[in-house]
């Protein structure tokens, strides 16, 4: 991913400004990390009435509410929706996974960090 989105993304995650959230780019009240990317690139979030599921309220960011869009991910510069890395070891890893298993923020800042080029 673009070096300078990365460091933005960061400092994004490490700020406190957002309460994370699992299972959604974002839940009306908090975000997962790539809901934060989607902020941090200019992404903004839409309702949508919804009674599938028994799911009441849906926020998507360019038709999208659990993965990147395409558009914020061609504008980081990442090589998936999901935030997967670790593409030389014998497991896939993703952030969208990292977030929902509970990696805090914090822990997630330092993954893309430590993957940013392969993300």
Same mark, same amino acid.
């Given at each position: 991913?673009?070096?300078?989105?990365?460091?933005?993304?960061?400092?994004?995650? &490490? #700020?406190?400004?957002? =309460?994370?959230?699992?299972?959604? $780019?974002?839940?009306?009240?908090? +975000?997962?990390?790539?809901?934060?990317?989607?902020?941090?690139?200019?992404?903004?979030?839409?309702?949508?009435?919804?009674?599938?599921?028994?799911?009441?309220?849906?926020?998507?960011?360019?038709?999208?509410?659990?993965?990147?869009? &395409? #558009?914020?991910?061609? =504008?980081?510069?990442?090589?998936? $929706?999901?935030?997967?890395?670790? +593409?030389?070891?014998?497991?896939?890893?993703?952030?969208?996974?990292?977030?929902?298993?509970?990696?805090?923020?914090?822990?997630?800042?330092?993954?893309?960090?430590?993957?940013?080029?392969?993300?």
């Amino acid at each position: 991913m673009k070096t300078e989105i990365a460091d933005k993304w960061i400092a994004a995650l &490490l #700020s406190g400004e957002y =309460k994370q959230a699992k299972g959604k $780019l974002y839940d009306g009240e908090g +975000y997962c990390c790539l809901g934060v990317l989607c902020k941090v690139l200019g992404g903004e979030f839409i309702k949508e009435d919804s009674y599938v599921n028994h799911i009441k309220d849906i926020w998507r960011c360019e038709h999208e509410s659990e993965i990147l869009p &395409l #558009s914020i991910k061609e =504008k980081a510069g990442m090589a998936s $929706l999901s935030g997967e890395y670790n +593409y030389d070891r014998s497991f896939d890893a993703q952030l969208t996974r990292d977030n929902d298993d509970g990696k805090t923020f914090e822990e997630i800042a330092d993954i893309i960090d430590k993957h940013r080029y392969e993300l």
